[in-house]
C-alpha cells in the first residue's frame, strides 16, 4: 500500500480512482508530527453529484440488490479476507494518518474485518415474514434494499466508524457513497481499492473525499440520497436532519457522548481504576463513548482517585508508530487547542487540575499534538468541561453519598450514548443499570462494543441504531403484499 509524503489518495467512483473535478490535492499531516504523511484529493460538489449518479445507476443496472443474498455474503467475505491479509499496512496507515497507537489500530482493523464477516453472514437472512388475514388471502412482506444510500464518517475511528454502516447496507443490497473525513481519509480510499478485487460490481461502493459543508451537504440534499448514516457533532447531525428533512430522507445519527462511570465501593477498585484509564484514555480519550465523568462513592474518593492518577502520570505518550506507546496525539493542532481550552476553562471555574493538564513539551514530543492525560477534579458541574463533549484525555470527578445521588449525576447531562458501573452487587448492578439514561450500559467494563451487538445513544446522542443484526431494518424497507387468492380462475 502507498505511504509517504507524495503518495496519493483520490476519489473512488466507479471502481476508478479519480482526481476530482478541482484536480486539487491537500496534505494529510502524521498528528505525530504535523508533517506530511499523504495527499488526498479535494473533491467537490459535482464529484459528489456525479458519485450518487454512478451509485444509482450501479444499483439500477447491476445485479448486486437483485442478486441471491447469499452471493453478496461472498463478496463480503472475500472483502473481509483482503482487508485481514493487509491488516498491518492498514493498520499503520490508520495510525500515521490519525494518530492511535499501532496497537490500537490493529484492534480497529480487527474489528472491521469481523464486522464485515458478521453482515457478510447476514447477507441472506435479509427475510420477510408471512402473516395470517381473515379469508382467502396470503399476506407476506418482502424485504428490499433502499437505493444509495450515504455515509458521513468522522475522524477518530476512521475505517471502523465508516464501515460500520456501510456493512450492512451492502449485505442489505444497496449501493454506497462514502465520505471521510477530511482530516482523515487515507484508510477509506484503501479500502474501496479492495472491494473491485472482492467482486464488488463497479460503482456499489464509491468514495468521495471533501470538505462536509460542501461535498456532505450536496450527498445528503441529492434526489438519489435514500438515507443517510452520521458519526461525529451534535451539530453537524442537526444539520444534516434538517437538510434530509424536506425529502423524508431517514437519517441515523451517533453523536457523542458524556459518559458517567460510577464506582461503587464494593467494586474490584483494581480493575475498576484500569477500566476508567481505558475508558478515557484510550484513543487519546477521542471517543464519542468515552467514560469522561468519573462518580465515586465519597467513603473510597481519596484512595481511587489517587489510583487513577498513577494510571494517567505513568502512561506511556508517543507517536503510534513507536513500540510501546500507550497514548498517541490528539488528530490535530486545532483539537488540541481546543481540548486545552476546556481545560483552561475547568480551572477557571474553581476545578483542580490533579494530573496533566498541558500539553508535552518533551523534544520528541513538541511537534506533534501531545495533551498529558488528565484529571480534573471539583469542577462545578455547571461548567462547560462537565456538561459539554471534550473529546480529549480528560476525566473529570465528583463523588455520590448514595444509589440515588449516583443515578441523579449521572443521568444530569443532555447526552446518553455509554454509562458504566462498577460494583459486585448483582442487585445494584441490574438496578443502576435500569435507572441510567443511556443507550448503552457497561458493568464492570471498560466499554465495550461488538459487531453483534446494537451501538445507540438516547437524548443528545442521537437517533437509530448501528451494529447488531436489527441494523439491516436500517437498510432494508419491508413492502406488505395482500393477495386474494379466493377469486375463481377463469376457464380456458
Ligand atoms: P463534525 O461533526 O464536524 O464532522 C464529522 C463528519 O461530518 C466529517 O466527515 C465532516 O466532514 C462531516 N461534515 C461536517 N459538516 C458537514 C455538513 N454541513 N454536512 C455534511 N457533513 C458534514 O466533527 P468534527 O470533526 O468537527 O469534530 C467536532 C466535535 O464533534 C468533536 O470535538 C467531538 O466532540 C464530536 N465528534 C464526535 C464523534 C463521535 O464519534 N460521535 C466523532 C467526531 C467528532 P469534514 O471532516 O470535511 O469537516
Redesign the pocket.
Known amino acids: 500500500m502507498a505511504e509517504g509524503s507524495d503518495a496519493r489518495f483520490e476519489l473512488v467512483i466507479g471502481g476508478r480512482e479519480v482526481p476530482g473535478a478541482k484536480g486539487e490535492h491537500r496534505p494529510i499531516l502524521d498528528p505525530a508530527t504535523n508533517r506530511p504523511a499523504a495527499q488526498a484529493a479535494v473533491g467537490s460538489r459535482d464529484d459528489a453529484h456525479h458519485a450518487m449518479e454512478v451509485a444509482e445507476t450501479a444499483f439500477r443496472e447491476s445485479n448486486w440488490a437483485a442478486d441471491d443474498g447469499a452471493r453478496r455474503g461472498k463478496a463480503l467475505y472475500r472483502l473481509a479476507a483482503l482487508l485481514e491479509g493487509q491488516a498491518e499496512a492498514f493498520a499503520r496507515l490508520e495510525t500515521i494518518n490519525m494518530g492511535k497507537p499501532l496497537r490500537e489500530s490493529r484492534g480497529d482493523i480487527a474489528y472491521v474485518v469481523r464486522t464485515l464477516e458478521y453482515f457478510a453472514g447476514a447477507a441472506d437472512k435479509v427475510e420477510g415474514e408471512s402473516i395470517p388475514v381473515p379469508g382467502p388471502r396470503i399476506d407476506y412482506t418482502v424485504r428490499e434494499p433502499l437505493g444509495v444510500t450515504v455515509h ?6 476512521p475505517l471502523l ?1 465508516s464501515i460500520r454502516s456501510v456493512a450492512p447496507a451492502l449485505a442489505a443490497g444497496n449501493a454506497v457513497v462514502l ?6 481519509p487515507l484508510t477509506a480510499v484503501a479500502f474501496a481499492r479492495l472491494a473491485k478485487e472482492a467482486g464488488l460490481p463497479d460503482g456499489i461502493l464509491n468514495v468521495v473525499l ?4 460542501e ?3 450536496a ?2 440534499t441529492d434526489p438519489r440520497c435514500a438515507s443517510v448514516t ?8 442537526r ?2 436532519a434538517e ?1 434530509a428533512a424536506p425529502r423524508f430522507v431517514p437519517v441515523t445519527l ?4 458524556k459518559g458517567p462511570v460510577i464506582v461503587f465501593p464494593d467494586a474490584d477498585l483494581e480493575r475498576a481504576a484500569k477500566g476508567i484509564g481505558y475508558g478515557i484514555f484510550g484513543n487519546a480519550g ?4 468515552a467514560a469522561s465523568r468519573l462518580l465515586v462513592h465519597e467513603s473510597i474518593r481519596a484512595p481511587f482517585v489517587e489510583k487513577v492518577r498513577g494510571i494517567a502520570e505513568h502512561l506511556k505518550l508517543g507517536p503510534g508508530t513507536a513500540e510501546g506507546v500507550e497514548m498517541g496525539p490528539l ?1 490535530s493542532s486545532d ?1 488540541l487547542a ?1 481540548v486545552l481550552d476546556y481545560v483552561r476553562d475547568a480551572r477557571e471555574s474553581g476545578g483542580t487540575v490533579v494530573v496533566g493538564g498541558a500539553k508535552a513539551d518533551e523534544p520528541d514530543l513538541a511537534a506533534g499534538n501531545f495533551l498529558r492525560p488528565t484529571v480534573l477534579a471539583d469542577v462545578p458541574a455547571s461548567s462547560r468541561a462537565v456538561r ?4 480529549g484525555p480528560v476525566l473529570s470527578v465528583a463523588s455520590f453519598s448514595d444509589a440515588d445521588e449516583a443515578v441523579r449525576l449521572a443521568n444530569d447531562t443532555p447526552y446518553g ?1 455509554l454509562a458504566a458501573l462498577w460494583t459486585r452487587d448483582l442487585a445494584t448492578a441490574h438496578t443502576v443499570a435500569r435507572r441510567l439514561e443511556s443507550g448503552m450500559v457497561v458493568v464492570n467494563e471498560s466499554p465495550t462494543t461488538y459487531p453483534q451487538t446494537p451501538f445507540a445513544g438516547v437524548k443528545g ?2 437517533v437509530g441504531f448501528e451494529q447488531g443484526f436489527r441494523a439491516l431494518d436500517t437498510f432494508a424497507r419491508r413492502k406488505n403484499v395482500l393477495i386474494n387468492i379466493g377469486v375463481a380462475r377463469k376457464k380456458a
Open positions: 458521513v464518517a468522522p475522524w477518530n475511528y466508524l465520505k471521510p473525513a477530511s482530516l482523515t471533501g470538505s462536509g459543508s461535498v456532505g451537504e450527498l445528503v452520521f458519526t461525529g457533532s451534535g451539530e453537524v447531525g444539520r444534516i437538510l451517533e453523536l457523542g457522548g477521542q471517543m464519542c463513548w488528530v483539537h481546543h459539554e463533549e471534550i473529546f450514548l446522542s442521537g
